[in-house]
């Protein structure tokens, strides 16, 4: 028999139930108007923080075939996945319930549907909240719930509900193993019962090139789940780059009354291997695989956690793979199928995990377990489905002292490779603070704000390519050896691994989260929702408040940084540019080293708040959208070793080059060249190269004399790979900043450094004249603020105070104050913090946009000053950092005066700096001429 599928997605009534009072019988009149699949919190403003109590219902008119096979035939109600607990009535019969929130059931309706009539379907949801005590039956600390403790509860049908009658002896699910070696693939009939004598499958495998051939196989008649062979000659491999799927049917068939099948079911499936090696690489049917990821949380514009259509999945995964993209790490949530269906099309590896719990109770470990081998079972045949991870960082479990919970993961890893050997298993996905214990992949979560912090993203990866001890749990022994740990937490001496600790070694080595903030186009989000979007009003309550996007045009404005920055979209554009090069540095990092074989950035797209987004939340791509490719590419052309990017013009600049190699591309005597795209004739170019599979070759030097240049220029060191036949492979750049020789400082400009002779003498082999005398200063340059060079101010002093160290300020200056960013948001390592510019009045000589880039590496502050107003900022405010969206803000240069003087503050650490650096001279010579011609255009006192 043929079986027929009533679609029972659209419009539901929906039924909030805070008091928990209602029941079927007592539903009354019409409910809400739903859309069904979606969760509520996404369709109703009042209900977006809703947890609790909730009901569906649906009336339709039952099919007239409705039991027409009699007893041979069974009506059949399917719910994609509902959030979290459901109980499920038709016509008034309880058919059955499901507790899980991600996870697909069926009931049985066949006794309680009426034939060519109508119908009502009643469900009764229940999606638990932090107020345990009205729903303790299911306490959410202990149940797998993913990122809802982040972004806000997800509750109600978010998947696909259908009607369906099947024969009585249906097929379930065909579940398809391939082993490429074999040439054939296993086939697990999963039938609704033991099939009995005279029945027989007959399989239609359809080929990548549209080939159909016929299997007959005969089934056991006891056994309601055989595991048949099926040949699959020459197969045509599933991979990223040609993501081949087969075709396969099955037909239940009676012998010899095979005048029709007794059911028919079909699935897709690819022919593909993912492994490890002994010398620590991924393998993608045998082939070296490098990873090239970002994390993809899933979340969507309208119904948060339903996807959008088929054609928006396709469109979003070309984006991925249009930045060069071959995986994403679905995390910590179990997504709709038709994810993984789109990821299958689109050749995208997928890394999933299962959702997480806070509380490791008994109860959580049976609802973990059911959740996690579930996940598995229903998502078998997705060949884009590489990883599978237990338990990201620390989020519900503790690995470093808990070894009943490090027990448990490692059983946990046990029990699931014994489900499915053929995809990879992450035990623990950690973080600073937890560890692996036993793992498939050696991968590890950091995150730096750059530039600020690039020399310590540098060393921890340098430390992390060594295999080093603190990424496996270790012996704990007490606190004192803990807060040793924390203390210097990337020292890599060798630590006493805990008893349950399984490495081989061998692990394939991958930085599986690092990233930056790119704040979105406010405008564009504003155009996408039809006004500021509902999700600006959350996040409050995380970092601080500094994730909280409400307001950001006021604050843009309060702060006047419409002086650096035109407009907010603006501001957004050099935002993404910051994120960019963050990226673009971290990650020519992490290929410098081979024993590295992959990363996963974070994110794909931005999440609510959250913008470290590749694409923000309505998948508009950012500013870099058409150049990122070019650093996640299989080969990568890398500047090494670089100290700086800013140059003075007649330096000599040397710029190493390497590349790192993982493509199936013959790349034996291939070329690279490069040039400077502000002077054309400066170029030059490396032949024969012959580079090493999965290896970093040395390329060489490019090396020129900058060019001379009347004002100060940001250059692109334009790199290009190309093949022994010319043909373009990849390219790269670097970018640099060249500065024209400044004058002699004018003799004029007295200046006094007390106290500081080495100051002193850096300033003087700038030019400038240096006095002892303080009343023979036009300036005295300081690096502590004492009561005494207060009172200098206060009687008509001006005072250039260099407050690179917290404890430089020994005076009281009324509201003002210096403030270290270590442990503060200032910090800017989560949530990104971002530096900025105001050149209208000085620093106009730097030529970066406004924004604090890698110009500045090695001179951004370590300390900021507080205490200022909004007011301060229209005029006196020169230099300022702001975090998140738009918070914390504070000043890094400013000014003011103090009742006759003028003092001026920066926290920039410019004074080991000055004369070699650009940056760092042009930013203390305009310091300088500001606060000189501030004191010449000063009245002169009465004689």
């Given at each position: 028999?043929?079986?027929?599928?009533?679609?029972?997605?659209?419009?539901?009534?929906?039924?909030?139930?805070?008091?928990?009072?209602?029941?079927p019988?007592?539903l009354?009149?019409?409910g809400?108007p739903?859309?069904?699949?979606?969760?509520?919190q996404?369709q109703?403003?009042?209900?977006?923080?809703?947890?609790?109590?909730?009901?569906?219902?649906r009336?339709f008119?039952g099919?007239?075939?409705?039991?027409d096979?009699?007893a041979?035939?069974?009506?059949?109600?399917?719910?994609?996945?509902?959030?979290?607990?459901?109980?499920?009535w038709?016509?008034?019969v309880?058919?059955?319930?499901?507790?899980g929130?991600?996870?697909p059931f069926?009931?049985?309706v066949t006794?309680?549907?009426?034939?060519?009539?109508?119908?009502?379907?009643?469900?009764?949801?229940v999606?638990?909240?932090?107020d345990?005590?009205?729903?303790?039956?299911f306490p959410f600390?202990?149940?797998?719930?993913?990122?809802?403790?982040?972004?806000?509860?997800?509750g109600g049908?978010?998947?696909?509900?259908w009607l369906e009658?099947?024969?009585?002896?249906?097929?379930r699910?065909?579940?398809v193993t391939?082993?490429?070696?074999?040439?054939?693939?296993?086939?697990?009939?999963c039938?609704?019962?033991p099939?009995?004598?005279?029945?027989e499958?007959?399989?239609?495998?359809t080929d990548?090139?549209?080939?159909?051939?016929?299997?007959?196989?005969?089934?056991?008649?006891?056994d309601?789940?055989?595991e048949?062979?099926?040949?699959?000659?020459?197969?045509?491999?599933?991979?990223t780059?040609?993501?081949?799927?087969?075709e396969?049917?099955?037909?239940?068939?009676a012998?010899p009354?095979?005048?029709e099948?007794?059911?028919?079911?079909?699935?897709?499936?690819?022919m593909?291997?993912?492994?490890t090696?002994p010398?620590?690489?991924?393998?993608?049917n045998?082939r070296?695989?490098?990873?090239?990821g970002?994390l993809?949380?899933?979340?969507?514009?309208?119904?948060?956690?339903?996807?959008?259509?088929?054609?928006?999945l396709d469109?979003?995964?070309?984006?991925a793979?249009h930045?060069?993209?071959?995986?994403?790490?679905?995390?910590?949530?179990?997504?709709?199928?038709?994810?993984?269906d789109?990821a299958d099309?689109?050749?995208?590896?997928?890394w999933?995990?299962?959702?997480?719990?806070?509380e490791?109770?008994?109860?959580?470990?049976?609802?973990?377990?059911?959740?996690?081998?579930?996940?598995?079972e229903?998502?078998?045949?997705?060949p884009s489905?590489?990883?599978?991870?237990i338990v990201?960082?620390?989020?519900?479990?503790?690995?470093?002292v808990?070894?009943g919970?490090?027990?448990?993961?490692?059983?946990?890893y046990?029990?699931?490779?014994?489900?499915?050997?053929?995809?990879?298993?992450v035990?623990?996905?950690?973080?600073?603070t937890?560890?692996?214990?036993?793992?498939?992949?050696?991968?590890?979560?950091?995150?730096?704000?750059?530039p600020d912090h690039?020399?310590?993203?540098?060393?921890?990866v340098r430390?992390?390519?060594?295999?080093?001890?603190?990424?496996?749990?270790?012996?704990y022994?007490?606190?004192?050896s803990?807060?040793?740990?924390?203390r210097?937490?990337?020292?890599?001496l060798p630590?006493?691994p805990?008893p349950?600790v399984?490495?081989?070694?061998?692990e394939?080595?991958?930085?599986?989260?690092f990233?930056?903030?790119g704040?979105p186009?406010?405008?564009?989000?504003?155009?996408?929702?039809?006004?500021?979007?509902w999700?600006?009003?959350?996040?409050?309550?995380?970092?601080d408040?500094?994730?909280?996007?409400h307001?950001?045009?006021?604050?843009f404005?309060a702060?006047?940084?419409?002086k650096v920055f035109?407009?907010?979209?603006?501001l957004?554009?050099a935002?993404?540019?910051?994120?960019?090069?963050?990226?673009?540095y971290?990650?020519?990092q992490?290929r410098?080293?081979?024993?590295?074989?992959?990363?996963?950035?974070?994110?794909f797209?931005d999440?609510h708040?959250?913008?470290?987004?590749?694409?923000?939340?309505?998948?508009?791509?950012k500013?870099?959208?058409d150049?990122?490719?070019?650093?996640?590419s299989a080969d990568?052309?890398?500047?090494t070793?670089w100290?700086?990017?800013a140059?003075?013009?007649?330096?000599?600049?040397?710029?190493?080059?390497?590349l790192?190699?993982?493509?199936?591309?013959?790349?034996?005597?291939c070329?690279?060249?490069?040039?400077?795209?502000?002077?054309?004739?400066?170029?030059?170019s490396?032949?024969?190269?012959?580079?090493q599979r999965?290896?970093l070759?040395?390329i060489?030097?490019?090396?020129?004399?900058?060019p001379?240049v009347?004002?100060a220029?940001?250059?692109?060191?334009?790199?290009?790979?190309?093949?022994?036949?010319?043909?373009?492979?990849?390219r790269?750049?670097?970018?640099?900043?060249?500065?024209p020789r400044l004058?002699?400082a004018?003799?004029?400009?007295?200046?006094?450094?007390?106290?500081l002779?080495?100051?002193?003498?850096?300033?003087?082999a700038?030019?400038?004249e240096?006095v002892?005398?303080l009343?023979?200063?036009?300036l005295?340059?300081v690096?502590?603020?004492?009561?005494?060079?207060?009172?200098?101010?206060?009687?008509?002093?001006?005072?250039?105070?260099?407050a690179?160290?917290?404890?430089?300020?020994?005076?009281h200056?009324?509201?003002?104050?210096?403030?270290?960013?270590?442990?503060?948001s200032?910090q800017?390592d989560?949530?990104?913090?971002?530096?900025?510019l105001?050149?209208?009045?000085?620093?106009?000589?730097?030529?970066?946009?406004?924004?604090?880039?890698?110009?500045f590496?090695?001179?951004?502050?370590e300390?900021?000053i507080?205490g200022l107003s909004p007011?301060?900022y229209?005029?006196?405010?020169?230099?300022?950092?702001f975090v998140g969206?738009?918070?914390?803000i504070?000043?890094?240069v400013?000014e003011?005066?103090?009742?006759?003087?003028?003092?001026?503050?920066?926290?920039?650490?410019?004074?080991e700096?000055?004369?070699?650096?650009?940056?760092a001279?042009?930013?203390m010579?305009?310091?300088i001429?500001r606060?000189?011609?501030?004191?010449a255009?000063?009245?002169?006192?009465?004689?």
């Amino acid at each position: 028999m043929r079986r027929r599928r009533v679609d029972l997605d659209g419009e539901w009534e929906f039924f909030p139930d805070p008091e928990q009072r209602l029941a079927p019988d007592s539903l009354g009149g019409a409910g809400r108007p739903i859309r069904v699949p979606g969760p509520w919190q996404a369709q109703f403003e009042d209900l977006r923080d809703y947890s609790g109590m909730a009901w569906y219902r649906r009336t339709f008119r039952g099919p007239e075939d409705a039991g027409d096979g009699g007893a041979n035939s069974v009506e059949v109600l399917h719910f994609g996945a509902v959030d979290y607990h459901a109980i499920v009535w038709v016509n008034d019969v309880r058919v059955g319930e499901h507790e899980g929130g991600y996870l697909p059931f069926e009931l049985d309706v066949t006794a309680a549907l009426r034939r060519d009539a109508p119908n009502t379907l009643i469900v009764r949801v229940v999606d638990p909240g932090d107020d345990e005590d009205s729903l303790p039956e299911f306490p959410f600390a202990e149940i797998p719930h993913g990122k809802q403790s982040w972004y806000g509860p997800v509750g109600g049908i978010w998947q696909s509900v259908w009607l369906e009658r099947r024969p009585v002896l249906h097929i379930r699910r065909l579940r398809v193993t391939p082993e490429v070696p074999e040439e054939r693939a296993r086939v697990r009939v999963c039938l609704s019962a033991p099939p009995g004598p005279g029945c027989e499958i007959r399989f239609t495998l359809t080929d990548p090139a549209g080939r159909s051939h016929e299997h007959r196989v005969p089934l056991p008649p006891d056994d309601a789940t055989p595991e048949l062979t099926l040949p699959v000659p020459g197969p045509l491999l599933w991979d990223t780059v040609s993501p081949n799927l087969y075709e396969l049917e099955g037909a239940l068939h009676a012998v010899p009354d095979d005048t029709e099948a007794i059911d028919r079911q079909a699935t897709r499936f690819g022919m593909r291997t993912i492994a490890t090696s002994p010398s620590g690489h991924l393998l993608l049917n045998g082939r070296i695989l490098y990873l090239r990821g970002a994390l993809d949380q899933d979340y969507y514009p309208d119904l948060v956690y339903t996807p959008f259509s088929d054609a928006e999945l396709d469109a979003q995964f070309a984006q991925a793979k249009h930045m060069g993209l071959n995986c994403l790490r679905t995390h910590i949530k179990i997504t709709d199928p038709r994810y993984y269906d789109a990821a299958d099309r689109a050749g995208l590896l997928i890394w999933t995990e299962l959702p997480n719990w806070q509380e490791l109770t008994e109860a959580a470990k049976r609802r973990a377990r059911d959740t996690l081998f579930g996940m598995v079972e229903r998502d078998w045949n997705h060949p884009s489905i590489v990883i599978w991870t237990i338990v990201n960082e620390n989020w519900g479990v503790d690995l470093a002292v808990n070894a009943g919970h490090r027990a448990w993961l490692a059983q946990t890893y046990s029990e699931l490779k014994a489900l499915d050997p053929y995809r990879l298993v992450v035990g623990n996905s950690p973080c600073f603070t937890n560890f692996h214990v036993v793992t498939d992949i050696e991968d590890f979560h950091n995150y730096y704000a750059m530039p600020d912090h690039y020399r310590m993203w540098k060393d921890w990866v340098r430390t992390f390519a060594s295999r080093p001890p603190w990424t496996f749990a270790h012996a704990y022994d007490g606190i004192e050896s803990w807060r040793e740990y924390i203390r210097d937490p990337w020292n890599p001496l060798p630590r006493q691994p805990a008893p349950e600790v399984r490495r081989k070694g061998s692990e394939p080595m991958v930085v599986s989260e690092f990233g930056n903030w790119g704040l979105p186009d406010v405008g564009r989000l504003r155009a996408c929702y039809g006004g500021e979007p509902w999700w600006f009003e959350t996040g409050i309550e995380w970092g601080d408040g500094v994730v909280y996007p409400h307001g950001i045009e006021q604050r843009f404005k309060a702060f006047h940084l419409d002086k650096v920055f035109p407009t907010l979209a603006d501001l957004s554009a050099a935002s993404q540019r910051m994120q960019f090069t963050a990226l673009k540095y971290q990650i020519e990092q992490i290929r410098r080293y081979p024993a590295i074989v992959g990363y996963v950035i974070t994110e794909f797209t931005d999440v609510h708040w959250e913008s470290n987004g590749l694409l923000d939340m309505c998948r508009n791509p950012k500013s870099y959208f058409d150049v990122i490719g070019q650093v996640n590419s299989a080969d990568a052309l890398i500047p090494t070793d670089w100290e700086r990017i800013a140059f003075w013009e007649g330096e000599r600049c040397e710029v190493r080059l390497a590349l790192s190699h993982f493509s199936s591309l013959d790349l034996r005597d291939c070329r690279v060249e490069w040039s400077l795209d502000s002077a054309p004739g400066v170029s030059g170019s490396f032949g024969g190269v012959l580079p090493q599979r999965a290896q970093l070759t040395g390329i060489g030097t490019a090396v020129f004399e900058v060019p001379r240049v009347t004002e100060a220029v940001r250059a692109r060191l334009e790199m290009r790979l190309l093949t022994a036949a010319g043909e373009l492979v990849t390219r790269n750049h670097h970018e640099l900043y060249f500065f024209p020789r400044l004058e002699t400082a004018e003799a004029a400009t007295r200046l006094a450094t007390p106290g500081l002779p080495r100051l002193g003498a850096r300033l003087a082999a700038m030019g400038y004249e240096m006095v002892d005398d303080l009343e023979a200063a036009e300036l005295v340059v300081v690096e502590a603020m004492t009561d005494e060079l207060r009172a200098y101010v206060q009687h008509g002093g001006r005072v250039l105070w260099l407050a690179e160290d917290p404890e430089s300020q020994q005076a009281h200056l009324g509201p003002i104050s210096i403030a270290q960013r270590q442990g503060r948001s200032w910090q800017g390592d989560w949530a990104s913090s971002m530096s900025w510019l105001r050149q209208d009045k000085i620093f106009g000589g730097i030529p970066s946009g406004g924004t604090v880039d890698f110009a500045f590496a090695d001179l951004t502050p370590e300390t900021v000053i507080v205490g200022l107003s909004p007011r301060d900022y229209a005029a006196n405010v020169h230099s300022g950092l702001f975090v998140g969206w738009v918070h914390h803000i504070v000043a890094l240069v400013a000014e003011r005066p103090i009742d006759r003087g003028r003092l001026m503050i920066c926290t920039y650490r410019l004074r080991e700096h000055l004369g070699t650096h650009p940056v760092a001279t042009i930013m203390m010579r305009d310091m300088i001429a500001r606060m000189a011609r501030a004191r010449a255009a000063e009245p002169a006192a009465p004689a």
